[in-house]
């Protein structure tokens, strides 16, 4: 695996691997990598022929500075990992690599109803943020495909989104969300909950499947009572509930024929915030 902290490093490399006719897969991520990350790579590999994965934890898609601090980064770790997991190239770069100093890269797409609910309620700007780098690094790399994890169910919508604004060729590739064995969804921040919101977190996994259940004949108002009233019971700190169509995001009351359904939500388990979301109805 090559590792790359320049732009220009980079493309010169990804220009000969274009040039043998060798198709790009690219996975962005912010590092503190586990498995559900490593299994995007997977996918990538098996569905194409050169993987590039980056490592850059954004700071412009932070809107608490704490939290960005308090992001978990482990570069070596992450390093070797995407090595075994066989990853052809990592792009690790240094902030004005990613944000040349003097230039303005921030990215104007008007998303919406698709940046203002949710995570857009509770985090201003993050998505503002998260689209741009993505842009920059969709620019930077060239990939065929780009594969991201449903895990982030409405950053994964906006950036359907923004190819679309954009004409994109980039093929945008859903990857299911990885479990711990108890259903608590992976994510780097796991390893900051305390023992105690550790044993209480997968609880959001068992609402999101009795969710699912009780989808089939209660309302999407009595299902986020429900949600909320377990959430609380097991002393995490419910932000939101919402259960909406899958590409607009719009709110959905009842189950309807042919309609795509998910259920979103973000808690705090201790002052660890953790999101979660699970399809409820497929489109036939
Ligand atoms: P992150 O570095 O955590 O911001 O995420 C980088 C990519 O990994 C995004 O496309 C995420 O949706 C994806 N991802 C994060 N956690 C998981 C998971 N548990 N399962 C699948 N994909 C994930």
């Known amino acids: 695996m090559f590792i790359f902290q320049r732009v220009a490093d980079l493309q010169e490399y990804l220009g000969r691997a274009r040039q043998a ?40 898609q932070f809107n ?5 601090e308090k992001y978990p980064r482990t570069p070596e ?31 104007r797409l008007d998303f919406g109803l698709l940046d203002k609910v949710m995570e857009g309620v509770f985090r201003p700007g993050h998505f ?3 689209a741009t780098v993505v842009k920059r690094l969709l620019d930077i ?3 065929d495909r780009l594969f991201m994890g449903q895990k982030d169910f409405q950053q994964l919508t906006i950036v359907r989104d923004m190819l679309r604004q954009l004409n994109s060729p980039v093929q945008l590739v859903m990857c299911p969300t990885t479990r711990e064995a ?8 796991n390893v900051r909950l305390s023992p105690e919101m550790r044993a ?23 299902i986020r009572e429900t949600a909320f009233q377990q959430l609380e019971q097991a002393g995490l700190r419910p932000e939101y509930f919402e259960i909406s169509d ?11 024929p042919g309609a795509y359904v998910v259920a979103c939500l973000a808690a705090f388990a201790g002052d660890v915030r953790l999101i979660d979301n699970m399809v409820l109805q497929e489109p036939e």
């Not at 790009?24 to 995007?40: E, K, S």
């Not at 108890?182 to 921040?189: E, Q, T, V």
């Not at 899958?246 to 309807?256: D, E």
């Open 182 to 189: 108890d259903g608590l969804a992976m994510s780097s921040r």
């Open 141 to 143: 790399v060239g990939p």
């Open 246 to 256: 899958g590409i607009t995001l719009a709110p959905v009351a009842h189950r309807q």
């Open 21 to 60: 006719g060798r198709s790009i897969g690219f996975v962005p991520t912010m590092g503190a990598l586990h498995q559900g990350h490593l299994d995007l790579i997977r996918r990538a590999e098996s569905e194409t022929d050169l993987v590039v994965a980056s490592v850059f934890v954004n700071p412009t």
């Open 200 to 222: 209480a977190a997968p609880v959001i996994y068992r609402i999101l499947q009795e969710s699912k259940e009780m989808f089939a004949h209660r309302s999407a108002a009595e």
């Open 128 to 130: 503002g943020g998260m």
């Open 77 to 107: 770790k992450d390093a070797e990992a995407l090595f075994s997991a066989g990853c052809n190239a990592l792009f690790m770069p240094p902030v004005d690599e990613v944000y040349p100093p003097g230039r303005d890269i921030t990215l």
């Open 64 to 68: 608490d500075p704490k939290d960005l």
